[in-house]
């Protein structure tokens, strides 16, 4: 049967119904599937050693002949040992397989055998336990580079490794090539046929480095064509034509604002009257001001006679943000309302009748604001506020609700990505930065301190409150399903209890309050409120203050168990304090005596820049946690690695946006396969195409 890229799995011999699920479970169908079902790591199976000469701190081939019928023992029930003993001219090998009985079948005595596996030497004997293993001379398994394969229960690597070499085999012939002839030129990129054999079964290392990078650039490539073609299209997008002085503005401010802030507002100003529809991240680190540039944006937008959306990511924000809005724009005319899940009813009435009316101007809420039902009269502005839970994605269908003319969109990120993270996840957003604090702030001073410290720590609660500051005490985060983030710990009630205990033992002279994610909205407002108006000395919380809280009579932070957060969290946590004019501390406190998690801590402590902080996180901890669950809404990259493979994202880029700047649609010939390509990777958002 001739095999082809669209050869079902299940029609290759011994791939039955059973096998053909799992390896769906793997989202592997056809053969051309698995030709994109990459390694996710090698074992050099190269070089076959005398056991003499085995290197002993990783694993190798070595070749010997089976001297004697393997045993197999039975130790204890579920438990039992096949040995088989080997020689080779410098050497005699005992090898155990632990609960393979098979293997007593398997192998010969008289015959020759190339294991791959750890050879421990004791003495004049070498030991190996649970090798893998070929008969000499069949050069399947062993004898190369191999190539070890993301797996599902019931698949083996050697099952796999052979599916991947049949379609390296037969179906390279005719793939068709992606990247134009120029291109690859110009960056010194290997053919397709070439990088996908390397990558499933490389020639050597060198081989192998030519063909991930022919196939890292390819991905991103094809990624970043995406986001230039989206940005293309915003830019090419009519805008209402707005005029904004932030001159005037500035005046309603309590404050003279930073050279940052006010370059921010002018940078959104000359987008709003350039008569196309703004798109512009404002970034800028924690307390850096960017609420006032928002408030810009809003007023601008309501004085030209539209409305603005003002969205935030929890209910908290909101309020608080709707509160800041409220006290800054009402002496301008402009009327504010708060939308969130927990307005309901009558209320919920007549805040949507208001705003379909236009009877509101400035509406800001949680993502309720763009749930269906909801209706604006002439919607001229979304702000996002910590965007980097709202991708690509959740953008394009807050640009739906803005009628025939798209609202200016604009982006607060307190979030410092690392570069290459935001080149992606922005990739389609222009960008002002805010690299300037408000004047009189002093950095805040990090400790981290162990369980010993504790009485000590509580002293220094004590201490500042009878200094006439407020202190936060925050614990990881109560998930959704009752577990912690990431792995067993503390539940819900151990935290509600810890709470109790600070207020009723520990700190009985002071006022303590305590909010969590699973309280009603209402009660999480009012102790915050009671927190922001200085009733409060202590705010027990889990991580739903984590975003934009402002309290600046805060001037500690301590955080429990500070090594179950990604460390751009804890920058985030720390940026509650600071934000006035008194010194500000933050103490992180640890049980864990693992190293590398106390290595982790004292970067925090090192530093204040949260750049720095970010690449730092991300080499650590990868860019899961920056992306979380998939909700920047950007299509799963398979081999390239952000922390990584910066560089070749800065030259894929360039790259791509040459090419769309001279061919837009894609629709040259040339650049067909290219368009094709993707349409297919952004399919999860393909309306964004459309
Ligand atoms: P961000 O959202 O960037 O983290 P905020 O907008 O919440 O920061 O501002 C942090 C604090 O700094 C607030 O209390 C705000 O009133 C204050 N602030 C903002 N801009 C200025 C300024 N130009 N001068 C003085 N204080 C400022
Ligand atoms: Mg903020």
Redesign the pocket.
């Known amino acids: 049967m001739p095999l082809s890229r669209e050869t079902a799995l299940t029609d290759l011999p011994g791939v039955g119904p059973a096998r053909g699920k799992k390896l769906e479970k793997l989202g592997l169908r056809t053969l051309g599937d698995v030709l994109n079902h990459l390694p996710q790591r090698y074992e050099d199976r190269r070089e076959c050693y005398a056991l003499r000469d085995a290197p002993q701190d990783r694993p190798c081939c070595v070749c010997a002949v089976v001297a004697e019928t393997p045993r197999v023992s039975y130790i204890r029930r579920g438990l039992s040992l096949v040995k088989v003993k080997g020689v080779d001219e410098t050497g005699t090998v005992h090898i155990t397989f632990f609960n393979q009985d098979y293997i007593r079948e398997a192998v010969r005595r008289g015959e020759s055998y190339i294991f791959f596996g750890t050879v421990e030497r004791q003495g004049n004997l070498f030991l190996m336990t649970n090798p893998v293993f070929e008969r000499e001379g069949t050069a399947r398994t062993t004898g190369l580079i191999m190539p070890v394969y993301p797996l599902t229960a019931g698949i083996s690597n050697n099952l796999m490794a052979g599916l991947t070499r049949r379609a390296a085999d037969s179906c390279l012939d005719g793939l068709p090539e992606i990247l134009p002839a120029g291109l690859r030129r110009e960056h010194k990129l290997c053919q397709t046929q070439f990088a996908r054999k390397n990558i499933h079964y490389p020639d050597d290392y060198e081989a192998l480095a030519i063909a991930r990078r022919r196939l890292v650039f390819e991905e991103l490539f094809v990624l970043t064509c995406g986001l230039a073609q989206l940005k293309d299209r915003r830019a090419a997008g009519a805008g209402r034509v707005m005029e904004g002085d932030v001159e005037k503005f500035a005046a309603l ?1 309590p ?4 050279g940052a ?1 006010r370059r921010a507002m002018e940078d959104i100003a000359a987008d709003l009257r350039s008569g196309r529809a703004m798109n512009r991240l404002v970034q ?1 680190d ?7 540039v928002a408030a810009f944006g809003a007023w601008a937008a309501v004085k030209n006679g539209a409305q603005c959306a003002l969205m935030a990511p929890t209910e908290l924000l909101a309020e608080q943000h709707a509160r800041t809005m409220e006290a800054l724009l009402a002496p301008a005319g402009v009327r504010v309302a708060l939308l969130t899940g927990s307005v309901k009813g009558r209320e919920k009435k007549a805040l949507l009748s208001a705003l379909a009316a236009g009877e509101t101007d400035l509406v800001v809420g949680t993502h309720a604001l763009f749930s269906q039902g909801v209706e604006y009269h002439a919607l001229g502005l979304v702000i996002a506020d910590e965007q980097h839970r709202f991708g690509v994605a959740q953008r394009g269908a807050l640009a739906e609700k803005g009628g025939a003319v798209p609202p200016h969109i604009l982006v ?1 990120s ?1 979030t410092p990505i690392p570069r290459t993270l935001a080149l992606i996840i922005y990739g389609d957003l222009d960008v002002s930065v ?1 690299d300037e604090l ?2 009189g702030r002093t950095p805040v001073d990090t400790f981290l301190v162990g369980e010993d410290k504790r009485a000590r720590m509580y002293g220094f609660v004590r201490k500042q409150v009878s200094e006439g500051r407020q202190v936060y005490i925050v614990c990881p985060a109560v998930e959704e399903n009752g577990g912690w983030e990431d792995g067993p710990g503390m539940d819900l009630k151990a935290v509600t209890a810890y709470a109790g205990e600070l207020r009723e033992r520990v700190f009985p002279e002071l006022r303590v309050g305590f909010v969590h994610g699973r309280m009603k909205a209402r009660e999480k407002e009012d102790v915050m409120g009671a927190f922001h108006r200085g009733e409060l000395d202590v705010l027990v919380s889990t991580t739903v203050i984590e975003v ?1 809280v ?1 309290v ?1 009579n805060a001037s500690l932070m301590v955080i429990e168990n500070a090594e179950r957060f990604g460390l751009s969290q804890l920058h985030q946590l720390r ?1 509650r304090v600071g ?2 004019k008194h010194k500000s501390y933050c103490v992180l406190v640890t049980a864990s005596r693992g190293e590398t998690a106390r290595e982790r801590l004292r970067a925090l402590c090192a530093t204040n820049d949260g750049f720095q902080i970010a690449e730092e996180d991300l080499r650590l901890r990868g860019p899961g946690d920056f992306f979380g669950k998939r909700q920047h809404g950007l299509p799963q990259l398979k081999v390239a690695d952000f922390a990584a493979d910066m560089e070749l994202l800065k030259e894929a880029r360039e790259a791509a946006q040459a090419l769309v700047a001279a061919d837009p649609e894609l629709k040259r010939p040339a650049h067909r396969l290219l368009r094709k390509k993707v349409r297919e990777l952004f399919q999860d958002n393909a309306e964004l195409f459309n």
Do not use: I, N, W, Y
Not at 255 to 258: A, K, L, N, S
Not at 286 to 292: H, N
């Open positions: 401010l404050f003279p604002p930073t802030q800028g924690v307390g850096s001001g960017k609420t006032a607060m307190a805010m408000p004047p934009g402002d600046p940026g934000r006035g």
